[in-house]
């Protein structure tokens, strides 16, 4: 496979994840954080969504063919150095996007398993399921699900309902994710943990203060952030640190636009114009 030529603009990543018309999570999420931090998103669409701020109330995929179809071109042209996936829509799309990432073996990816939404609308069916297990995870860099989605894609006929979380994480780097970083917001603990397991166990454990409310497109965020890590050349422990302190502030800094969560300020660093002006 051919590369296209590397540029001196600022790195490019590659996002393959569904429209969110909010701009709280999916695709625009990816594209806010993404240009936050300083590089260059490109964007495949692998579904639709009609959905608010207090929930998904339909999900419509793109055709695998054309997914392929927005990917090739946009990879033939133009330089790529991080991948991150997010809600697939299909088995369909799952499988395809494992078959392009597959051409570019050196490019790391970042997969968010976007199984369900924060009111717990289900988005992902058990086809989808076994697709990212059997196609995607050994494509996979870095795998970021929360602990429902970790326990829920490590789940198997041998397996408790409820296994511990690192049970879940060697499970997983099991079938091929090389790291899963499994994020603590939904355990009921006094901070949030987030812990970063690769072939060997843990790697490390970060401590976050826990904020009130529920936030929409906190998982799109972090994983788009270690992308931008990685695709800066960043090693993965750094990525993964320096994200999560992003991700935090863009959390703590979070504004509610609408009638139900409340979304992150990718942009928080930047001075806002005062109201009625």
């Not at 393959?16 to 495949?44: E, I, K, Y």
């Not at 996007?97 to 199984?115: M, N, R, S």
Request: proline fraction near 9%; include cysteine.
């Amino acid at each position: 496979m051919n590369h296209p030529t590397p540029w001196p603009g600022p790195p490019q990543v590659l996002s393959f994840a569904a429209s969110d018309p909010t701009s709280g999570a999916g695709l625009q999420a990816d594209l806010l954080t993404l240009a936050s931090l300083g590089c260059h998103p490109l964007t495949v669409v692998t579904a639709l969504t009609v959905q608010d701020t207090v929930g998904v109330a339909s999900v419509h995929p793109v055709a695998a063919g054309l997914l392929e179809r927005q990917a090739r071109v946009l990879l033939d042209d133009m330089p790529v150095a991080a991948f991150k996936v997010g809600l697939l829509g299909s088995a369909d799309n799952a499988r395809m996007v494992a078959k392009i990432v597959a051409d570019y073996p050196d490019i790391p990816l970042v997969l968010d398993p976007v199984l369900a939404s924060g009111r717990g609308d289900a988005l992902a069916d058990e086809e989808i399921i076994c697709a990212i297990r059997e196609e995607l995870l050994p494509r996979t860099t870095l795998l970021t699900p929360n602990a429902p989605e970790a326990r829920r894609l490590a789940k198997n006929a041998e397996a408790p309902d409820d296994p511990p979380l690192d049970a879940c994480a060697r499970r997983l780097t099991g079938l091929g994710a090389k790291y899963v970083l499994i994020t603590g917001a939904d355990e009921e603990t006094p901070e949030v943990i987030n812990t970063l397991y690769g072939p060997a166990g843990v790697v490390r454990a970060d401590r976050w203060q826990r904020l009130p409310g529920s936030y929409h497109g906190s998982g799109c965020t972090l994983a788009s952030a270690i992308a931008a890590g990685l695709a800066s050349g960043a090693a993965i422990e750094k990525a993964v640190r320096e994200a999560q302190a992003y991700t935090w502030r863009t959390l703590e800094q979070g504004f509610r636009s609408g009638q139900g969560q409340w979304i992150p300020d990718r942009f928080f660093s930047l001075p806002r114009p005062a109201h009625g002006r």
